[in-house]
Every structure is written in structure tokens, then in C-alpha cells.
């Protein structure tokens, strides 16, 4: 049978924690006869979801990592993929949507528009992705899934409305009705798979009338024969509303809201059908990439065979076979045993083994189509990259990567542990863009940073369970710095005599606070004091005493250091003894500037729903913080603040407590500030005790 691409839908599942993504796709895998038995994200049974395939989400109860899939539903092909709802794992979210035509959005009756919501809806707007929502967990007590469309509007802006109604809520769930076809939908069977239609009930037909002509009136802006129709007062074809509800929706102008619950065994196949309806096949959406050879050009892709082939890395799997890419192929084919070049590297290599992917299972197959997400085996990339065929040079923009805001250290607790602990970070940084490691050349520990508390934990987790290595986990040590508050003189002489040619150096000048630099250096000797090549030994004497300053050890910064005068000696001075004398010197000096502690202060942005507002500020006031300035937008409230970076260690948890799990908050680096009194006076404590234990 040909390839039809137009049969194609390449979606994703987004939604905020604990909405019922997983559930969701458990459930299409089922009604698409990919499975044959359902398991549950913590059921009693253990097996837990196929999609949940990494052994801590089944334990966790959460999705970490993007799982992908391709079902059949009637005669169309869904390559879906299911992803992270929690905020520490967004870039799983982020890769996915780079790829994908569609999104189904998934609400929870209840709760409605949460926090991660408004992140998955500011994901899908940036790179443009047409949705239709869901709204599950309607058999739940205080299930409002008419609410739940009107946060859509009020919170999100965007123009939602229903095409279905629950029959029934909460205990007393039994079905849909439809409000394109005008027919009520059942889900009968043990698991709800025999799906029967029937006659409106009687008690539903006026509210089913009033939300249909909502329907029709807003759609009829995306088509002129269905507002013509409308204003001759003529009833619509289901055909004519399908295709303006279409229209609405590839230009991301309309949002179908969908209801039911996967947990039950509802509603899941009319949503099936709406992804068949409504969003985009492959020639429908708009690719783009840059033309290396035309400067950066930015070019058309086109999903057909007949082209060069282009393909998309857009995540990367270290398994027990090697690496597994994940691609798109955004145009050509791409058949195995083909050549491509990786336009990052110029590399070339063979298409070796190509693999469709059933979460962690896998099936070979023979050729890629055009449009379609597969794998590859063997392949050396990096995430972000883009394969092409011959006869083109284009790379794909890449996918956004939001900055790591929490680090710490890490270290393993054996020896013999080092080289599968490099071994792991070297995966994971590999695997994930926001999980990023360092070393940091002041204290020498390893430091690992990434998007939360629970993310750094799922990564320490893995280094135990798949590389057998235990590590130490500490919070990594402030980069505190030292500096001066005044001006201070100093004149200090270097003398040394140990049998035969002794040290003799004298240096005399001033240092003072240095606002805009970290060290400077002036040279103001008159009348050979000091002779010219002795004069870069003074420098480089300062600069060794400034690697650590007398308070906490910490380096010393914002110091400029005036030489006037001086003395040597024809035969005892050298560049060693004028080095000398200048860090007796700078230390001498040191003392009297009245010398004090730095701390790094971090911009911090929080937003949340603005009545958690309270709960923010006194969160920031509780760290020495310094509210900037606060905004407030449909319900929401954006808080910037100074805060020193020793204050926010644990700070995502206290926020996800205090508010709900429905603020997040981002955070960079601003400036250096110095330390309160009460603080200083616990750092020098505390570096004094280190140093007694250490000479012990």
C-alpha cells in the first residue's frame, strides 16, 4: 500500500502534573490495539504504564523522560509521544513539541488551569503547535469541565469552546455527547472499548443546543460559506463544521475543548477521532531551516519523498545497544543503509539500523517516511542536530533550553567508583541539555545543576541504580568573595639572609576600593625607587595575595593597588623577593581597609497565581530579599526580587509547598553584595573552626 502522508498526525500530550497524560496514552494504546491489557500509572498490579517504561517512574508514579510511540486509529497513523508534566523535567516537553504538528492539552476537571498549564501553553504558542484540549477526570467529585473552558479563555487568552458535554459528572459519568454530530456517545464493555451512539438525552437537548450555537458562531469566522449559512438561518452539515473547526485550529485561532475520563474508560475515542479531524498532518504545517551555503537563508522544507533527505536529532537514549537518536525527518525519505551528514560535525555516516519505538520496545524498519519520527542506532550526536542527504546543506534551528537553577555538589563515595561516576555525567549531559556539570576550580568538587530539587535527585538516583556508583551529595560551597571598604597604606619590607645572597625587597604605596574592576594595578615610582624589572614582580605579588583574602579564605576583588616607593639592594633583590614583599605588603595593608565578605545576589523571578502573592513575599523576605517590582496579569502575579544565591538552596520545594505546587520561579546571576554583620561574623566562624581541623 503507498505511503499517504495526509494520513499522518505526529501529537504530543502536555499537560500540568498529575492531569493524566499518561493515563490518557495508556488508554490510546489500548483502543488502537497496540496493547491488549491496561495498567494503571500506580496500580496494585506493579506492571505500571507502558509509557512509564524507566523503572523510577513506575516507582515514582511520574513521567521523567518523553516516551514515543506510533498507533493506528481507523486509517491514520498517530506518532504520539507522551511527556513530563512535572517543571523540573520541561525540557523533555521542549524537545517534543520542536518536533511535533500537533498537541492534545490535558486539564483536570477540578483543578482546571494550573501553574505548569500556563508553561506547556507559553511551549506550544512558541513554536507554533495547533491543540485541542482535553478536559479529564470529569468522574471526579467537583468536576466543572464548562469551568475549565472558561479558564482556558480568562487565564490562557485563547478561544476555547466546547465540541463536547459530559453526560452526567463526578459518580454519575456515562458518556459524551457530540456536539458537531449532535449525538450522544456511550463506552460500554469492561474497558469501555464498544462505543455506542445514541439520541441526546431529553434533560440535555437545551444545553446541548445553547453550546452548539456558541460552537458554530465562533468557528463560523474560519469559513464563509459555514457564516452564510448561519445567516440564512440554515442548519450546518457536520462535513461543514468539521472543516471550519479545522480551520480554527491549524491557525491556532481556535481551541476544541474535549471532555471525559481516560481513568474510567471515557471519552477517549471521540478524542481520537478529533485528532484525526482536527489536527495537522505533516503538509499542513510549516517547516523552516537555514541554507548553510546560502548564509543561514532561512529555506521551505518540504514533506515529500522526491527531495533531499533532512532529519532532526531531537533526543538522545543511551541504552544497552549503544545510542538511540530520535529523529524527524522533515523531508525526503530516508531508507537504510542511506548516507547522511551531520551538518554540525560535517561527518558522514551509513544509516546502520533504523527502529520504530513503542516506548522502551522497538521495531525495525526498513525506510523512513517523510513526516515520520523513528531512531537510529550507532550514530555520534549531540542533541539539536540535523542529518542531511546529498545535494543540501540546511540545519534546523534548535529547541529552547531553559537555564539550570539549582546546583550541587557531587562527588563518589569510592575510588573505585570515579569511572563509571564519569561515565554517568557524561551520559546524562549528553541525554539532557538542562542537566549540566562543572568543576569548580575553587573548591574542586564537581558541581551538577538542572531544573529542581527532584531532577537533580532522579539524576543521582540513576548513577546508582544503572552505573552501580554511590555518590555524596553536598550543597556546593557560595562563590563568596573578600574586598576593602576604605583606603589603607602599607611599606613593608622584605629581608632575608640565610649564608650567601640573601632577599631584600621594600614596597611602599596604598591600595584602595575599586568599584567597576576586580584588581588594578598603578605603577607611580619616581627616581628608580624600584627599578623596572622588579616593578611586574610587585604585580604579581598582589595578584597572589588576592587568590585568598584573610577573612574566609574566599579571593579578594575591587582592589586597586598604588605602588610610590621602595627600596632594593644591588646584589639581595630579585623577582622572588619583590613578590615577596608585595604580599607582605598587600596583607599588611588588608588589615587596616576594613576588609569585608561578598555574596553573589541573584535575580529572582517568581510567577504564581496572584493569590499566593502574600505567600512569595514573605518567602523572599524570609532570604534577605529585596522586592524589585511585582506585576499582575489575568490572575497571575510575576514577582522580581534580589536574593543571595546561599539563601535559595531548597527554595523550588518551599515554593511548590507554600503555593500549591503552582508557582515556579527562574533565577540568574545580578551582582556581588556584601554579606550582613550577623552573616560575616558565622562565615569567619566557621572558616577559622575548618582551619583549627585541618592543622590538626
Avoid at 100 to 106: E, K, N, Y
Avoid at 654 to 669: P, W, Y
Wanted: hydrophobic share 35%; net charge negative; aromatic share 8%.
Amino acid at each position: 500500500m503507498a505511503f499517504d502522508i495526509t494520513k499522518v498526525r505526529n501529537i504530543g500530550i502536555s499537560a500540568h502534573i498529575d492531569s493524566g497524560k499518561t493515563t490518557t496514552s495508556e488508554r490510546i494504546l489500548f483502543y488502537c490495539n497496540k496493547i491488549h491489557a491496561i495498567h494503571e500509572v500506580r496500580g496494585k498490579d506493579g506492571v505500571g504504564a507502558v509509557m512509564d517504561n524507566m523503572e523510577l517512574e513506575r516507582e515514582r508514579g511520574i513521567t521523567i523522560q518523553s516516551a514515543a510511540t506510533q498507533v493506528q486509529w481507523k486509517d491514520i497513523t498517530i506518532n504520539l509521544i507522551d511527556t513530563p508534566g512535572h517543571v523540573d523535567f520541561t525540557v523533555e516537553v521542549e524537545r517534543s513539541l520542536r518536533v511535533l504538528d500537533g498537541a492534545i492539552m490535558i486539564l483536570c476537571a477540578v483543578a482546571g488551569v494550573q501553574s505548569q498549564s500556563i508553561t506547556v501553553d507559553r511551549q506550544l504558542k512558541r513554536y507554533h503547535v495547533p491543540r485541542i484540549a482535553f478536559v479529564n477526570k470529569c468522574d471526579r467529585q467537583g468536576a466543572n469541565p464548562i469551568r475549565v473552558c472558561h479558564q482556558l479563555r480568562d487565564k490562557l487568552g485563547l478561544n476555547s469552546h466546547m465540541v463536547e458535554l459530559p453526560i452526567g459528572l463526578e459518580d454519575k459519568l456515562e458518556g459524551v455527547v457530540d456536539l458537531v454530530g449532535m449525538k450522544a456517545i456511550y463506552f460500554d464493555g469492561e474497558n469501555g472499548e464498544n462505543v455506542r451512539v445514541a439520541e441526546i438525552p431529553a434533560n440535555m437537548k437545551e444545553d446541548a443546543a445553547k453550546y452548539r450555537a456558541e460552537l458554530l458562531d465562533a468557528v463560523s469566522n474560519f469559513d464563509d460559506e459555514l457564516m452564510e449559512l448561519l445567516l440564512e438561518e440554515k442548519e450546518p452539515t457536520e462535513e461543514q463544521v468539521i472543516k471550519a473547526i479545522r480551520a480554527g485550529t491549524l491557525s491556532e485561532q481556535f481551541v476544541g475543548v474535549f471532555c471525559g475520563s481516560a481513568h474510567v474508560n471515557k471519552g477517549i475515542q471521540p478524542l481520537l477521532d478529533g485528532v484525526e479531524r482536527y489536527l495537522p498532518n505533516p503538509t499542513e504545517v510549516h517547516n523552516y531551516g537555514l541554507d548553510l551555503d546560502k548564509n543561514e537563508e532561512q529555506v521551505e522544507l518540504f514533506n515529500v519523498p522526491d527531495k533531499p533527505c533532512v532529519a532532526l536529532a531531537f533526543k538522545l537514549d543511551d541504552g544497552q545497544f549503544g545510542q538511540l537518536t530520535y529523529i524527524r525527518i522533515y523531508q525526503g525519505r530516508l531508507p537504510k543503509g542511506c548516507e547522511l551528514t551531520n551538518v554540525r560535525t560535517k561527518k558522514r555516516f551509513k544509516v546502520g539500523r533504523l527502529v520504530r519505538m513503542n516506548s522502551a520496545a522497538m521495531e525495525d524498519i526498513s525506510v523512513g517516511e517523510p513526516g515520520d519520527i523513528c531512531a537510529l542506532f550507532g550514530v555520534d550526536c549531540a542533541s539539536g542536530d540535523t542529518f542531511c542527504g546529498e545535494g543540501i546543506n540546511v540545519a534546523m534551528t534548535s529547541m529552547f533550553v531553559p537555564t539550570p537553577v539549582i546546583s550541587q555538589a557531587v562527588k563518589p563515595k569510592d575510588k573505585s567508583m570515579a569511572a563509571n561516576f564519569a561515565k554517568a555525567l557524561n551520559r546524562f549531559t549528553k541525554e539532557d541539555p538542562t542537566f549540566q556539570t562543572e568543576l569548580d576550580p575553587e573548591s574542586n568538587e564537581t558541581i551538577i545543576k538542572g531544573m529542581g530539587e527532584l531532577h537533580l535527585a532522579v539524576y543521582v538516583e540513576r548513577m546508582k541504580r544503572e552505573y552501580k556508583c554511590e555518590v555524596e551529595v553536598t550543597p556546593p560551597k557560595v562563590a563568596y568573595r573578600e574586598s576593602i571598604t576604605t583606603q589603607a597604606s602599607f611599606n613593608y619590607t622584605h629581608k632575608k639572609q640565610t649564608g650567601g645572597s640573601g632577599q631584600y625587597g621594600r614596597v611602599a604605596g596604598f591600595m584602595e576600593p575599586l568599584a567597576d574592576k576586580d584588581y588594578e594595578f598603578v605603577d607611580a615610582i619616581k627616581g628608580g625607587a624600584i627599578p623596572n624589572e622588579y616593578i611586574p614582580s610587585c604585580d604579581k605579588g598582589f595578584k597572589r595575595a588576592m587568590e585568598k583574602g584573610s577573612l574566609i579564605g574566599a579571593p579578594v576583588v575591587g582592589i586597586k593597588c598604588t605602588i610610590n616607593d621602595g627600596q632594593y639592594h644591588p646584589v639581595d633583590s630579585s623577582d622572588i623577593a619583590f613578590q615577596t614583599a608585595a604580599i607582605g605588603a598587600f596583607r599588611e595593608a588588608y588589615e587596616k581597609a576594613k576588609p569585608v565578605i561578598l555574596e553573589p545576589i541573584m535575580k529572582v523571578s517568581i510567577e504564581g497565581p496572584t493569590e499566593f502573592q502574600g505567600n512569595m513575599f514573605g518567602l523572599i523576605n524570609q532570604r534577605r530579599g529585596v522586592i524589585l517590582e511585582t506585576t499582575d496579569e489575568n490572575n497571575m502575579s510575576v514577582v522580581n526580587a534580589e536574593v543571595p544565591l546561599s539563601e535559595m538552596f531548597g527554595f523550588s520545594t518551599i515554593l511548590r509547598s507554600s503555593t500549591q505546587g503552582k508557582a515556579e520561579f527562574t533565577m540568574e546571576f545580578l551582582k556581588y553584595g556584601r554579606v550582613p554583620g550577623n552573616v560575616a561574623d558565622e562565615l569567619i566562624k566557621k572558616y577559622q573552626e575548618e582551619r583549627k581541623a585541618a592543622q590538626k
